[in-house]
T-cell receptor, first 116, second 113 residues
Framework: GAVVSQHPSWVICKSGTSVKIECRSL??????MFWYRQFPKQSLMLMAT?????????EQGVEKDKFLINHASLTLSTLTVTSAHPEDSSFYIC????????????FGEGSRLTVL | KNQVEQSPQSLIILEGKNCTLQ??????????LRWYKQDTGRGPVSLTI?????NTKSNGRYTATLDADTKQSSLHITASQLSDSASYIC????????????FGTGTQLKVEL
């Protein structure tokens, strides 16, 4: 099956620093990638939709200046959490929609961010 | 407001037993319904995807049903295994939303010996 890779899988950082998370579709092209965050025992919450070559579309309540999203190619999207604070600690997951075929969504393994 | 509700919230069953998870939705206009399995600390993995015209789909020991009239879906797991312990998430897509999906809060399944 299609593979979506996230890196890093976990990261610990100090408050005030910025953290970049990468999402790569390894064996298919994805015009659209999605970023979610998930708190313990809660469902995934869509943060933004990332389209290759254009600006991301953010969900209501998500600060675009804090969560910078770049989708530079058909296989890579990045999420940068700027000036991270402890309340940003969460599980961040990306998904990629296959360009061809049924357009099925494939999820990455997630990135656990802990801000001290 | 588009909503997806799952029940039960959590479930414990013995290995080898069957179980059925429920999903009710109010998403409109409906496009598709997906079931995902999410292991703790991992990303969701697709089990089944059904469109409006499909009312059942199987993937190994997993069988999903869809009743688009009553806006209900179920996921039946046969002969459960310890590795089935995970969160099962029902996700409903709606048309005109640019691939927007509405996620249920999941059913936490634990399979015990």
């Amino acid at each position: 099956g299609a593979v979506v890779s996230q890196h890093p899988s976990w990261v610990i950082c100090k408050s005030g620093t910025s953290v970049k998370i990468e999402c790569r579709s390894l064996d298919f092209q994805a015009t659209t990638m999605f970023w979610y965050r998930q708190f313990p025992k809660q469902s995934l919450m869509l943060m933004a939709t990332s389209n290759e070559g254009s600006k991301a579309t953010y969900e209501q309540g998500v600060e675009k200046d804090k969560f910078l999203i770049n989708h530079a190619s058909l296989t890579l999207s990045t999420l940068t959490v700027t000036s991270a604070h402890p309340e940003d600690s969460s599980f961040y997951i990306c998904s990629a929609r296959r360009l061809a075929g049924t357009g099925e969504l494939f999820f990455g393994e997630g990135s656990r961010l802990t801000v001290l | 407001k588009n909503q997806v509700e799952q029940s039960p919230q959590s479930l414990i069953i013995l290995e080898g037993k069957n179980c059925t998870l429920q999903c009710n939705y109010t998403v409109s206009p409906f496009s598709n319904l997906r079931w995902y399995k999410q292991d703790t600390g991992r990303g969701p993995v697709s089990l089944t995807i059904m469109t409006f015209s499909e009312n059942t789909k199987s993937n190994g020991r997993y069988t999903a049903t869809l009743d688009a009239d009553t806006k209900q879906s179920s996921l039946h797991i046969t002969a459960s295994q310890l590795s089935d312990s995970a969160s099962y998430i029902c996700v409903v897509g709606f048309t005109g939303g640019g691939n927007k999906l509405t996620f249920g809060t999941g059913t936490q399944l634990k399979v015990e010996l």
